[in-house]
């Protein structure tokens, strides 16, 4: 079975031979192994060095050099809206405080669909309407790179730095 080795991201892809295309949710596009199927019928081994989220638009190369397009599935979700940006916070908050995948947009909130969510979402004065399109929720602090975000990981354990940003690590207790 032929193997897709390397990722080109959708802002660096250029011509090439794109062969056939994979459609995914946002489960499947957090991926370092796995076989797949194009819509096409194209059979191959997702085989990358790391564990890597692919994005729409996205290509995998195949080890022939042609390639796979990347598309997000769409997936049911709320779309969930405040009458004001601190309310929307609020519900932010929320959500966050419940460790709930979140993709937030200049006007919503999107997270996978959850009745229980809505009606906390409802109560709250906010507005939790489902709809269905692409997921793409935020990374987090430490999800290395998702959603466009750039990460650098940080090993809190004795090191060295040849970067020039401060950053905490275990703050002696005063």
């Known amino acids: 079975m032929i193997r897709a080795t390397r990722l080109i991201r959708r802002d660096a892809l250029r011509a090439g031979e794109i062969v056939d295309r994979v459609v995914l949710d946002h489960g499947d596009r957090h991926r370092r192994r796995m076989a797949m199927r ?8 997702l085989d990358l060095p790391e564990p890597t989220v692919l994005d729409d638009g996205d290509a995998l190369v195949l080890q022939d ?27 932010i908050w929320h959500i966050g405080n419940r460790h709930i995948p979140a993709e937030i947009a200049e006007d919503a909130v ?24 692409p997921f793409r929720p935020e990374g987090g602090a430490y999800a290395g790179e998702s959603a466009g975000h750039h990460h650098h990981g940080h090993d809190h354990g004795p090191h060295d730095h040849d ?3 401060p950053h905490p690590h275990r703050a002696a207790s005063r």
């Open 38 to 45: 194009g819509i096409g019928g194209l059979d191959f081994l």
């Open 65 to 91: 050099g042609r390639l796979v397009w990347v598309e997000a599935a769409p997936e049911r979700l709320l779309a969930i809206r405040a009458p004001d940006d601190h309310a929307l916070k609020r519900l």
């Open 110 to 133: 999107y997270i996978g669909f959850d009745h229980v969510l809505a009606e906390m979402v409802r109560g709250l004065g906010g507005s939790a309407e489902p709809v269905d399109r």
């Open 163 to 165: 970067h020039d940003h």
